[in-house]
């Protein structure tokens, strides 16, 4: 009989998002009964989301992978641990002879913990392969690479608890109250304190309803809104010379860029009225100004985008002081710490150089290779790898473009999937791997606002199923490699040494959800003294707004609060079903299709099409179509147009034609 007085409580960090809630879960008999929010956390203070409060359920679900799976012949029959190890490692090796290991290539782990990408991408290194990525590239690689040459360190420069004491809060492309519920508790003290919020997004989000000033600009025009209020703000004295003067270059070159940017193209373009636009720019003229930002810029104008923001934070002299900065609302719950530690262009420990590549040899007894290897969008858009191993990662639904995907995919001659649930993705694959979830390991994470925390461990994995951490130490010693553990808290030592920004942490304090840990110093505010770049100061970059390519009806895709990501998880929670979003299209453009609500409508790009139940509103802007990004069908309309620099996805700037389907 189940005795509740044995329950114990175990803490730990929510799998979902990356505000990194804190939660307690109620552990009776190795299976966890509740979980409840932690009030001790310093960002979450109490608060979760039902996504948070029902986290545990997945765990649960029937269908969990219990056992290794090989595909042979079309259908998957049971293997052991034993043979799975070895087979994945002989055929490594014979790929690695066949091709060279440019031919191999390993990528995800945007839920996994710290020390799980840091032996994943360890490993790679190790088979002398730096085709390594992170689905950071899909979302905010745009944000890290702006952020880091522009002001030093590739994330958030203040924290969500700064939200508080701002005078004015700007969100632009990002829907708290969808993507990051948590934060809106500091939201509200804003408005208490008497604080504004202004929302830059082309639909009516639930964050646009509570804003101040809610700027409706046309999809993918971000970047001429802010050039125009930077020269609006320079040519009104609105500046702030002393913070320019001293803490940042490349001004003079940036005002001549921004000085032909005008209010009247600006209304043309932006679609925003003149008057709007100045209250914008006075808004943010004052101090304690709070940038914020989320996919709306890097999905569709990519790290351009992100710069000609921050410049906006430069000019007004809104970074290093309490209730100032900027605030990238990372998506995962580990995404930051994925991106900071794997990358197919740089070391853990620095720029990807012989140098760094010695410094790593040192610790790791084995030299890294120094060529720059493909990011996760390239290695499967465009194919030529020849073996994949994927660990927590679903991009037959997530990455643009399905039906491209699938087939490069389908043509590996070694596939490998690590993942607790037998997806679209593991389908397709030799070998499944089944892991263990969230709570039935331990190890840190990193929230958006670079706080890093540990997840204890509440209970057992089902069947046979394994950490993340067991299953790359396996492959490693199969594969020959020595110096490798599988204790978490040694490779949180391990990576602390070489990823130098997390040196500053220590393991007591990452476990206590009551004291601050954050990298790369132990502060909410980044900058009070000096920026992180080489030559100490901040940098502008002037960039210029481009006309987007194509033109034509835009489809925006999007998260609503109760799914997440290609929903493996919350399908697997009691009371939801698979999801199927409608495409919600403006009473006007429908009117002029000659469409109605309810309509069966195909939506086609040049990539492929998909049906929906068309859905009148005016929360989205006349000249754009709007769907949920958790409808698997959602990402065979979904073009795969690159940011050049980045490699970042448009997900949010596809063309579409909308036509009614016709039912017999
Ligand atoms: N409930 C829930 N929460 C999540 C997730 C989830 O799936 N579900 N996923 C997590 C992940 S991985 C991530 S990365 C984050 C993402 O969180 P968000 O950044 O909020 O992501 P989206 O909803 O995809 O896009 C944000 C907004 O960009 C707007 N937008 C589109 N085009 C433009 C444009 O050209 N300019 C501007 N200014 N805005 C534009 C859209 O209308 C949308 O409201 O959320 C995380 N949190
Ligand atoms: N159209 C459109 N597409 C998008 C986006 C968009 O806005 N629009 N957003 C993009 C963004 S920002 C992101 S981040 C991606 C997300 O894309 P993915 O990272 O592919 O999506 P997730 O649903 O988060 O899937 C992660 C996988 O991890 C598995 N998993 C869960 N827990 C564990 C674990 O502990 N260990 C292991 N090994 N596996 C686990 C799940 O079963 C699932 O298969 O989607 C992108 N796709
Ligand atoms: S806000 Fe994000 S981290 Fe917090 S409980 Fe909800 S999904 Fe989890
Ligand atoms: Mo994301």
Redesign the pocket.
Known sequence: MTNYFDMSEVSSIC?YCGVGCGLKLEVVNNIIVRTIPDSSHIVSRGHICGKGSTAHEPIYSWDRLTYPLKREKGVFIRITWEEAIKEIASKLLEIKKKYGEKAIGFY?????TLEEVYSFMKLARALGTNNIDS?AR???EPSAMALKEMLGIGASATSVTEISKAKVLVIAGESITESHPVISQYLVQLKKNGGKIVVIDPRMTGTAKIADLHLQVNPGTDIYLFNTVANYLISNNLIDEEFISKRTEGFEEYKKTISSYTLDEAEKIVGINKEKIIEFAKLISQKKVIFSWG?GLT?SEGVNAVRAYINLALLTGNIGTDGSGLIVYR??AN?QGSGDIIKPNVFPNGIMNEENARELEKIWGFKPPTWVGKTVTEALLEGGLKALVL?????V????NRNKVKKVLESLELLVV????M?E??KLAHFVLP????AE?EGSVTSLDRVVKWRFKAVNPPGEAKS?LEIISLLFKELGFKGFTSDPKEVFLEMKEVVKIYSNLTLDEVMDYSKPSRYPVNDTILYREKFLTPTGKAKFIPVEYKKMKEEGLILI???TVTR??????INRTPGFNSFKSPLYINPKDAERLGLKDKDIVKVSSKCGSAIFTLSISNEVKEGSVFAY?HDPN??YV?CDSLDEESKT?K??YTIVKIDKVKLY
């Open positions: 799998p995800g782990g945007c839920q996994n689905c899909v979302c905010h996919l999905q998506g995962q995404v660990m927590n990662f679903n991009p639904i997530s990455m643009p690590i993942d607790p649930f997806t993705t593991a892991s263990a979830m969230w390991k993340e895709t999007g998260r997440y990501n290609t929903d493996e998880l990004m959602v990402n979904v996805p997900y949010k």
